[in-house]
């Protein structure tokens, strides 16, 4: 899934984020998904949860990716495929971020409202490709 299919909310607020993070729970609950989620709005954490089988790195991993949306305003995984970042060893050195901070990857999206960047939906815990598509798929049935 890509950046044009997460959402654009007319309203989004703490009612909207614990109703989409706990059909997120249900859901991951369901499949037996090993993952942490997280949401927050502007600089608040409003959701947090951390499911059977994720651990505590997966805590560090989804700050690290919601760093990387704050930063570019786009998905963590759209910002690795537009800059290339597997092949370019110096992406981190060139916008002087802290490998310890942020993580280019996969799993972070960004909450806009009308268009503006209002919050992050962090997922960690799943194969590549995974934790992308849960949060766009959980973004999109909270629409």
Known sequence: ?????????????????????????????????????????????????????????NDVWADRKARVVRRFDRSSQAVAE???????????ERFALDRREYAVGEGAVPIRVHGAQVGVLAISGLETGGDHDLAVEGLRAGA
């Open 82 to 92: 537009h800059y290339g970042v597997d092949d370019d060893p110096g992406f981190y």
């Open 1 to 57: 899934m890509s950046d044009e299919e997460i959402p654009d909310f007319d309203r989004f607020g703490i009612d909207e984020a614990w109703r989409i993070g706990a059909a997120l729970v249900e859901r991951c609950r369901a499949e037996r998904l090993p993952v942490v989620i997280s949401i927050t709005l502007g600089a608040q954490r409003v959701f947090h949860v951390a499911l059977p089988g994720a651990t505590a790195d």
